[in-house]
Structures are given as structure tokens and as C-alpha cells.
């Protein structure tokens, strides 16, 4: 089979989807398919033209490889590929909008508001009194479009509070204030397109004390523990909670959706990855393994629920 793997792109997380890239192309050439390696840039449609693959092994993290950009031009040009659609694309990169459906379906998130970069340039000493009341400190302020913690700042103090909006919008033209929620952190791995199966859960330990972009992709500064150090019923109810939110939101192939253990007892989603990392130190690979499944054998899974109709 031909198989192009879409990868780098202008993205803040470039550099993590090259490796996602190259790994899945070593493992895929390893299964005996003819691969080729492609950084989007403006040449992308040319040689994919050129290539004519069977299918596309999506490997970009960030925009606008994950938020249905790429997806809707792989759409126009009919070429299979892998993850979710174009809406569950949109909708999961984006963590205002994740949030507000997961809270409409009445599936558990941490409580939250949002402004856009117009509202808080005209209001932000109210904004800023606001958060603090509502919902207090220790927050957390994100941007609301970004993956791998960028753009995402813990507020303990007052003081905080205004650097860390001024640095969420640095990225994005609006941010979030969100509880912050003491307790564990857990991912739940999910595959599959009508019927989701729910791989083994892990619990993320940093050894930073927050799981950020560098405990996230340097070896030996973060542990995934499977299974998390967690009753069975919590941990029942966290599956449960993921295949909801897979199923709510429209993703397909494989996704990840990431949870705060509120209190040791509590799972609450606080945000759905549609393209998750494929690297060395990365949560779905291990949750694969765990269930069974080594490396080739998840992205050719992955490949083959691409051409499923």
C-alpha cells in the first residue's frame, strides 16, 4: 500500500510532530508499505499529486493539521486519512467548544470562562477581578487552541494572573480561566470508529511537577504508570467517561482524551487530543502495548480504520 505521512507543518508543535512523522513511517516501511514523508508546506498538494497514496497516516499536531483544515482539504482531493473528520477535528481542538458540548451532555469538566483578546483589552482589570472571584485561585489560563500545555499557565497568586493571560494570547485571539482541580492526572487511549475500544488507562506522574512540554518530551521526566494508582470503580468510570466523550464529539480512528482525578475520586475531562503524539515517550503507543499491541501494530490498526467507509 502507498501510504503518505503528513507531518511538520508551521505549527508550535512541529519539532514533536516530525518525530510523531518518523516514527510511524519507520514502522509503517518496516510492514512492508511504500512510504513517503511529507512536511506541509505550500507544495503539499503537488506531491501528494504526485505520489498518489492510498491512504494518508496524519501526523501533525496543532493547527491547522488538527483543527479540520487539512482535514477538509483531504477531503477535496479524496484521498483517505487517518483520525477524526473535519467537525471532530474543529470541535477538539478547540477546548472552549469541547467544554461547552461535554457540559451540555453532561459529562464532567472543570468549571471555566472564557473572553476573547478584544473583551480584555477594553475590560481586563474587571475581567482579571472576575476571575478571581469566579473561578478563584489556583486556576489555570489557557489558550484554547494549542496542544501540548502550550499556551496553558497555573495561577496561584494574584500576581500571576495578568502575565499569564498576556501570555495565553500570544497564541490565540481569546483565553480561558479554568478551575484547577488537585488530584491525578489519567489518559484514556481510544480506537476505533463505531464501536470505540477503550485502551488501559495511565496515570501521567511528572517529575517537574507539571506535566508541560518538557516533562511531556524528555525521557525520564515524566512516568506513565498503567494501571493508574486508582480505585477500580474510579478508574471503570474514567472509561466509561472516555468512550462518552469520543462517541459525543465525533472522533474517529484514535484519539486521547485526558482527565484530572478530582480528589483521587472524581474523573473530569479537561480536554480531547484528535491527533495524539506518536513519539518514543508518548501516552498511546504505551497504552497499546499494554493492551497487547506494539508499535506496527497500532498504526496499521490505525491505517486500516482510515479506509473503514
Known amino acids: ?44 498538494v503537488a506531491r501528494l499529486k504526485d ?25 477535496v482531493l479524496g484521498i483517505p486519512y487517518t483520525g477524526s473528520r473535519v467537525l471532530a477535528s474543529a470541535i477538539t481542538m478547540d477546548k472552549i467548544m469541547t467544554k461547552r458540548l461535554l457540559r451540555q451532555a453532561g459529562i464532567p469538566t472543570p468549571a471555566f470562562r472564557s473572553w476573547t483578546a478584544d473583551q480584555y483589552a477594553a475590560s481586563g482589570a474587571e475581567i482579571r477581578a472576575a ?6 485561585l489556583p486556576l489555570v489560563i489557557k489558550a484554547p487552541t494549542q496542544g501540548s500545555t502550550i499556551g496553558t499557565f497555573i495561577v496561584r497568586e494574584e500576581k500571576e494572573l495578568e502575565p499569564a493571560i498576556t501570555g495565553a494570547l500570544q497564541y490565540d485571539p481569546s483565553f480561558m480561566a479554568e478551575a484547577f482541580l488537585a488530584g491525578p492526572e489519567i489518559t484514556a487511549a481510544v480506537l476505533g470508529n463505531r ?56 472522533c474517529r480512528g484514535f484519539a486521547r482524551v485526558d482527565f484530572i482525578v478530582a480528589g483521587g475520586q472524581e474523573p473530569q475531562v479537561i480536554e480531547v487530543n484528535s491527533v495524539p503524539g506518536m513519539t518514543a515517550t508518548s501516552l498511546v503507543p504505551d497504552a497499546a502495548r499494554a493492551a497487547g499491541m506494539d508499535f506496527p501494530a497500532l498504526v496499521q490498526r490505525i491505517v486500516e480504520l482510515a479506509l473503514e467507509p
Not at 476571575?131 to 478563584?136: F, H, N, V, Y
Not at 470503580?233 to 462518552?244: D, E, N, R
Open 131 to 136: 476571575i478571581l472571584k469566579d473561578p478563584g
Open 51 to 75: 505520489f498518489v497514496p492510498d491512504v494518508i497516516f496524519n501526523a501533525l499536531h496543532g493547527k491547522p493539521g488538527e483543527d479540520g483544515s487539512v482535514q477538509g482539504l483531504l477531503e
Open 195 to 250: 464501536e470505540p475500544q477503550v485502551l488501559p488507562l495511565i496515570e501521567i506522574v511528572s517529575h517537574t511537577g507539571f506535566y508541560d512540554y518538557t516533562a511531556k518530551y524528555t525521557p525520564g521526566l515524566s512516568d506513565h504508570l498503567i494501571p493508574p494508582r486508582l480505585p477500580a470503580g474510579v478508574i471503570q468510570k474514567a472509561t466509561s467517561l472516555a468512550g462518552q466523550t469520543y462517541t459525543l464529539l465525533g
Open 1 to 44: 500500500m502507498k501510504i503518505a505521512v503528513l507531518m511538520g507543518g508551521p505549527s508550535s508543535e512541529r519539532e514533536i510532530s516530525l518525530k510523531s512523522g518518523a516514527a510511524v513511517a519507520a514502522a509503517l516501511a518496516g510492514l512492508g508499505h511504500q512510504v513517503k514523508e511529507i512536511d506541509l508546506d505550500r507544495e503539499v
